[in-house]
């Protein structure tokens, strides 16, 4: 599969209302954690002092509050990442090392994976030029899709690129259940989920993932994995 044509656009500026948005998203993400904080807190409180003997009925409703408050921190979380990817600035951009910034993804994604048996591999990554932060959470997001929506076997993803002129293509290849051809392009979209999946988060992680590569002057899709799985290609501008 061949990466959709980049254009012009991609690596113009950020239209001004892009940039509203991405404020308004970090103020009001700012303004509802510290009441969602409280929410949890009190309610574990409430649960913790009940008088009397335990009540099953109203530990119940508790632990649906407690749910709830930790459900939307959780969406909170993924806003404020969706608006830091909106401000992506090109005077951030440096060379960054690929495998370097993998490597340190892993170490920071030690336990879950371990919990998972999660195995990731790559081969040798090059150079690109962007923002090294944002590149991270590129590959954090697409490990943790894969450990998420994994299928019966524990989850294997391998990383590749190979050099097409000016980028390189990126590939990031898993053994989960697939995608339908339906959703290839319906999962960037924010809060989509996959019919019939349950998984916690908001459903924000590959919009957020198209966000960080389309401010590179990229692109990233998916496609049916070899065999089995799924594949995600992206591309990156090179460094010469």
Not at 48 to 59: F, L, N, S, T, Y
Not at 175 to 196: D, Q, T
Not at 218 to 232: C, V
Request: net charge neutral; hydrophobic share 40%.
């Amino acid at each position: 599969m061949s990466a959709p044509q980049d254009s012009d656009a991609k690596s113009s500026a950020r239209p001004q209302s892009e940039l509203e948005l991405s404020d308004f998203l970090l103020r009001l993400c700012h303004d509802l954690r510290s009441p969602l904080r409280a929410i949890r807190a009190h309610t574990e409180l409430l649960a913790k002092d009940w008088p009397g003997p335990r009540d099953p009925a109203a530990e119940e409703r508790f632990g649906f509050v407690a749910s709830g408050a930790q459900n939307i921190e959780l969406l909170v979380d993924g806003l404020a990442s969706y608006s830091l990817a909106l401000k992506i600035d090109r005077n951030s951009f440096q060379p960054a090392q690929m495998d370097v910034l993998l490597r340190l993804v892993l170490a920071k994604l030690r336990n879950p994976l371990r919990e998972a048996g999660a195995e990731v591999t790559y081969d040798a990554l090059p150079v690109v030029s962007g923002n090294p932060d944002r590149l991270s959470q590129l590959f954090e997001i697409l490990i943790m899709n894969a450990v998420r929506h994994r299928g019966a076997e524990a989850p294997r993803i391998h990383f590749s690129a190979e050099r097409q002129e000016a980028a390189w293509r990126f590939s990031a290849r898993d053994n989960g259940p697939g995608i339908e051809p339906a959703y290839l392009e319906r999962v960037f979209k924010p809060f989509e989920r996959l019919r019939g999946k349950q998984v916690p988060g908001p459903g924000l992680g590959l919009a957020i993932a198209r966000v960080i590569v389309e401010r590179h002057g990229g692109s990233i899709w998916a496609g049916p994995g070899a065999g089995s799985g799924t594949a995600f290609f992206f591309t990156l501008p090179a460094v010469d």
